[in-house]
């Protein structure tokens, strides 16, 4: 059932649903933090078994025109024994607004520097992942894309509408702040750390490095598969 078939049959607004919608979302939340608060506890002493992998998810990216599809990268860890999934995170920061990180960009002069030197060198700006997912588009929408490109010219911004409130977090940086928030939730208290990640070197890479003092000690293994 769509959003507005609950809408009418509730015989309540659109905003109403949304608004359930969240309080859900925030109560599972205070459920779920609650219990893995005490994830350390549960490895304790233990050699737990992890399997990490990177999902595309394809969505729509509106535009007033044609709808754009877009890739959105997903990394998913879960623990082999329960299957319960430790960690799942998105390359979208829902926090930054990615037309003004774009402007702060210009005024500090980002866009001058190699992306390694950037203030801002964490997540796409604006115009450049409108660059990003238009080429994307016209490689795999041919037909689309020329009657795309014939439409009255306006102004880039107007005229594909990024999200109100996020931004894409490039790769690397994304991978990293998994393996991160994965580190955190796991604890110290483990015996040894088994991971097994797909032959993807960037994510085998990240692990090292966000465990690198653990794989020294012998404190972690890393496995890849195809």
């Not at 990180?101 to 992942?129: C, H, L, N, Q, T």
């Not at 797909?198 to 465990?211: N, P, Y």
Request: proline share 4%; aromatic share 8%; glycine share 2%.
């Amino acid at each position: 059932m769509t959003l507005s078939a609950i809408s009418r049959y509730l015989d309540t607004s659109l905003p109403e649903v949304y608004s359930k919608i969240d309080f859900i979302h925030e109560q599972c939340q205070a459920f779920a933090a609650e219990r893995e608060k005490r994830l350390p506890e549960v490895f304790e002493g233990n050699s737990p078994h992890f399997a990490t992998d990177t999902h595309i998810l394809q969505v729509n990216w509106p535009d007033k025109g044609i709808r754009k599809l877009v890739e959105v990268r997903q990394m998913c860890t879960v623990h082999n024994d329960s299957k319960y999934v430790i960690a799942s995170t998105t390359d979208v920061d829902p926090d930054i607004h990615p037309l003004a990180v774009e402007k702060a960009m210009d005024i500090v002069g980002d866009k001058d520097k190699p992306r390694s030197m950037r203030e801002k060198a964490r997540i796409w700006f604006a115009s450049e992942y409108i660059e990003f997912i238009c080429k994307r588009h016209e490689a795999t929408n041919p037909k689309s894309s020329r009657w795309h490109r014939n439409k009255k010219p306006r102004e880039l911004d107007d005229d594909i509408r990024l999200l109100e409130k996020a931004a894409r977090v490039r790769q690397d940086a994304a991978e990293f702040a998994h393996i991160m928030l994965l580190k955190k939730k796991i604890g110290k208290k483990y015996r040894l750390l088994n991971f097994s990640v797909d032959r993807d070197t960037g994510v085998s890479s990240a692990f090292l490095a966000v465990f690198k003092m653990k794989c020294r000690r012998a404190w972690c293994g890393l496995q890849t598969s195809p």
